[in-house]
């Protein structure tokens, strides 16, 4: 757990004033924090090698943590003076260092800035990386969710891709089949951080917010669902699995819809013996305003920076590769004016347009410094709902009870 987060915080060094020196003439060295080489090469380690080959009087000094201890870690090394130039955050943890002056305020570095134009991001991307109307960093990649269909059980079923949540559940029951083990649909209600992603865009698209959660949409919402889960159109596995693993259902073809992201595209073209698609989260009604979930991380420079315009010159370099996101690494940029090239493959390039379309539309988780507390309150309350040990509106009001004392 992120324990004393504000403890440790509040008796860090306070934030270097940012120099307008020119860079130095001796070599500088920007250190650099991020999971990314933990599990598998990502843009951040790839970028500080490539960085590096320019020989421009800055090197990185790059570090790989794990995606459990980096916040943890960071908050340690800023507390004690030791903290990195720039590290690499999940888009909800941002806020906790941006609000507490830990990250550079990079406002009017970036107004001055040929490279990064906050007017190209998505509009949760950005939302994320911003604290009280200033700017604290930039978004590395995003994700978003939608819902996968298999168009073969679709059509022989006679429908469409659902577009409002009463069509998603009308198709998820008539494609069920429990008894040959296919369930209508598929989704990710686990008791973490994944539960919260999933649910969390039900209750903005129905006018609430983290702040306010027990809204009537979201009430029918996990009625839906718990009716489908005790109908067997659901499997119980919903309130257990993460998203890799229920859309591991769909793939191979036990499901036929699931609630999930682009990171799974590949992983469908290779698995899927059936043709398939991807359709927009739905909303309540037609024409409905819509949401959806914003993953992803974010860059930003810590306050306690020695080097403040070098760290901005190696965030403005990784910035200008962002065309390399897709490509390379299978992630969606975080800006709206890279074009993804096609892959030739017309189920991952149609998909994509969807969720590049989806983005539109992601809010972040947020912001909000005590974000985990948070968070836990929603997920929490889904979980009673789902498994029954409440009514929908006893543990969305309890969630409620609990995030009030949190904000007030």
């Known amino acids: 757990m992120r ?56 090197t990185i000094d790059y570090r790989v943590l794990q995606f459990d201890e980096i916040v943890n870690e960071t908050l340690r090394a800023y507390a004690t003076g030791n903290a990195p130039d720039i590290v690499s955050l999940d888009n909800p943890d941002f806020a906790l260092f941006s609000s507490r002056g830990a990250f550079l305020d990079i406002t009017d570095m970036v107004a001055e800035s040929d490279v990064i134009n906050p007017d190209v991001y998505f509009e949760g991307p950005l939302n994320s990386v911003m604290w009280d109307g200033r700017l604290y960093g930039v978004g590395k990649y995003t994700d978003t969710i939608g819902v996968f269909y298999n168009a073969d059980m679709l059509e022989e079923a006679g429908l469409e891709p659902p577009q409002t949540w009463a069509e998603f559940e009308a198709a998820a029951r008539a494609m069920a089949d429990p008894e040959n083990g296919v369930y209508g649909a598929t989704l990710s209600a686990r008791g973490n951080e994944e539960g919260t992603f999933q649910f969390l865009p039900v209750i903005q698209m129905s006018g609430g917010s983290y702040e306010n959660v027990n809204t009537e949409g979201a009430r029918e919402w996990l009625t839906m669902v718990k009716g489908m889960i005790d109908d067997g159109v659901m499997s119980q596995d919903v309130l257990t699995l993460g998203q890799w693993d229920s859309t591991g259902t769909f793939n191979s073809g036990d499901a036929a819809m699931a609630i999930s992201g682009p990171w799974e595209i590949d992983r469908m073209v290779e698995d899927a013996d059936f043709d398939w698609g991807v359709t927009l989260l739905p909303t309540f009604e037609e024409g409905d305003e819509r949401s959806s979930a914003l993953g992803g991380f974010n860059l930003g420079i810590l306050s306690t920076t020695e080097h403040p315009e070098e760290a901005f010159q190696v965030l403005e370099y990784f910035v200008s590769q962002d065309h390399r996101l897709f490509p390379e690494f299978g992630y969606l940029p975080t800006r709206g004016d890279i074009e993804l090239p096609e892959s030739g493959i017309p189920e991952k390039d149609a998909a994509l347009a969807v969720f590049q379309e989806q983005l539109q539309y992601a809010q972040p988780r947020g912001p909000h410094p005590d974000w985990q507390q948070i968070s836990k309150a929603i997920y929490d309350a889904e979980q009673a709902a789902l498994t029954g040990q409440m009514t929908p509106d006893e543990a969305l009001s309890q969630a409620q009870a609990t995030i009030d004392g949190i904000l007030n």
């Not at 860090?12 to 003439?25: D, R």
């Not at 500080?48 to 800055?58: K, M, P, Q, T, V």
């Open 3 to 58: 324990t004393n987060l504000t403890t440790l915080l509040g008796g860090a060094v306070s934030a270097l004033a940012l120099s307008g020196a020119a860079l130095a003439q001796e070599d500088v060295t920007i250190t650099v924090w991020s999971i990314d080489g933990a599990n598998q090469v990502g843009p951040s380690d790839t970028f500080s090698a490539d960085f590096n080959e320019l020989d421009n009087g800055i």
